[in-house]
């Protein structure tokens, strides 16, 4: 018979099966599920039907176009059996609806695969097993068409009948609900799935996890989110488990725990994007470890993982001041106003060589800054060139920066204070030079 290959996986929740059914089973063939000496279908069969010998050399003749991907041929072979379907038994009628559903589910021809699981169910005596198969991939089938109610409705008669049930088959009906945005209703099915993988001595699969992990995400239930993801990053380790943790811990307020694991993640080797690297160098400054995020950001641009744009020029930048290392800062800081022509980046240079005690270089900077974009505060900018031309020893021209910054309301009291100050020392220095001369 006709089996459904892999070609219509859609997801890890879904594995081809015979009779186009459920996750789990194997694919099985004409000879071992239909052949009339086949003593366990004849048990499960209420009234013992079987393919007759005509029914089953035709079913096998679409089964080879099927294997061969032919399946226009596979379908035209079932049509020959279809023009005489009065003719046929409950199973035979069955049988054929499966294969046609599975021509249609393999091709994507999902509403046409409705109708055929659909006239599967319509038959009677149908066994226990070709039953609970059509239903489950019925529902399935349902889902890829994201008909979510129906295929709900659908499981909900599935598990009413089967007393077997696989862990997959609950994850599917959470993902329905989970479609839905029916959080609430999703969280109980994947439980169920996981205790019974629990009794069975399975291991929860990791999507299954996951699926878990967004519904208590939804739910705003973050506590139990995390432990949801603290066993997906320690039994399936990659950069989007820690990072999605960390978020976590940050939701949670916890920033120092948030610090820790994207620092794991990172001497682990699973922190690789930009953002991700630059969100640990940020963390990294908020937990007072400037000169790991100097080291982090600096080793990153190095390597050219990091571009070197004005943003991560500014963060690193911030970096060194905290760390005190002022004059590393200073080429980072130049090229970085010389980037972006922004006021603010040329009055950070001309504070930085202040720390250094340059001042020719703090007044150039002071002095682009009051030529840049975006000038913010003019008259604060005048009183730092005032004060580094002073302290450069030239008087005239931090006299008239101190003058320009007078027009400043908030600098008005302090800059006329220093034009006095400058006056007195220029008026001294004349006279010193008429009693030396």
């Known amino acids: 018979m006709i089996r459904i290959g892999t070609s219509m996986r859609r997801t890890g929740l879904y594995r081809a099966a015979a009779l186009a059914v459920m996750v789990g089973l194997s694919a099985g063939s004409i000879s071992s599920a239909h052949a009339a000496d086949d003593k366990k279908a004849k048990t499960a069969t209420r009234v013992t039907q079987t393919l007759s010998q005509a029914t089953y ?19 035209a072979a079932l049509d020959v059996l279809k023009a005489k379907i009065d003719k046929l038994n409950d199973y035979e009628r069955a049988t054929l609806w499966v294969q046609y559903a599975a021509i249609y589910r393999t091709t994507d021809d999902n509403k046409r695969a409705i109708g055929a699981y659909t006239n599967v169910l319509k038959q009677a005596n149908l066994p226990d097993g ?10 399935q089938t349902y889902f890829l068409i994201e008909d979510y109610p129906k295929s709900i409705k659908v499981m909900d008669k599935w598990f009413s009948v089967v007393a077997d049930v696989q862990p997959d088959a609950y994850i599917l009906y959470a993902q329905a609900y989970y479609q839905q945005q029916k959080y609430a209703q999703a969280k109980a099915p994947i439980l169920k799935a996981l205790a019974i993988a629990k009794e069975r001595k399975q291991e929860p699969k990791e999507n299954w996890l996951g699926l878990l992990r967004a519904v208590f995400f939804e739910l705003k239930d973050y506590k139990s989110a995390i432990r949801v993801m603290e066993i997906l990053a320690a039994n399936h380790p990659k950069e989007t488990y820690f990072v999605q943790l960390a978020g976590l811990y940050g939701l949670e307020g916890n920033q120092h725990k948030q610090a820790v694991v994207m620092h794991a993640a990172y001497k682990g080797g699973y922190l690789t994007n930009a953002p991700d690297v630059l969100n640990l160098a940020r963390l990294y400054l908020a937990e007072e470890a400037p000169q790991r995020a100097v080291d982090l950001i600096t080793a990153k641009m190095k390597d050219k993982s990091i571009p070197l744009d004005a943003e991560n020029l500014q963060l690193l930048a911030q970096a060194l001041a905290i760390a005190k290392e002022v004059d590393r800062s200073i080429p980072v800081l130049t090229k970085l106003a010389s980037l972006t022509g922004e006021s603010k980046h040329y009055n950070y240079l001309g504070q930085a060589y202040t720390q250094t005690g340059d001042w020719t270089k703090a007044a150039e900077a002071y002095r682009a ?4 974009k975006n000038v913010s505060n003019p008259g604060n900018l005048s009183m730092q060139l005032g004060t580094a031309l002073y302290n450069n020893g030239k008087l005239v021209e ?15 009291d302090a800059a006329a204070n220093w034009v006095k100050f400058i006056n007195t020392e220029l008026e001294r220095n004349a006279a010193l030079r008429a009693r030396a001369g």
Do not use: H, I, P, W
């Open 57 to 75: 050399k035709q079913m096998e003749v679409a089964q080879k176009a099927f294997d061969a991907k032919n399946y226009k041929a596979a379908e």
């Open 130 to 139: 070709l039953r609970d198969n059509a239903l489950f991939a019925l529902a």
């Open 369 to 372: 800054a009051l030529g840049g």
């Open 398 to 412: 931090a006299k008239q920066a101190f003058a320009n910054a007078s027009a400043s309301e908030t600098q008005a």
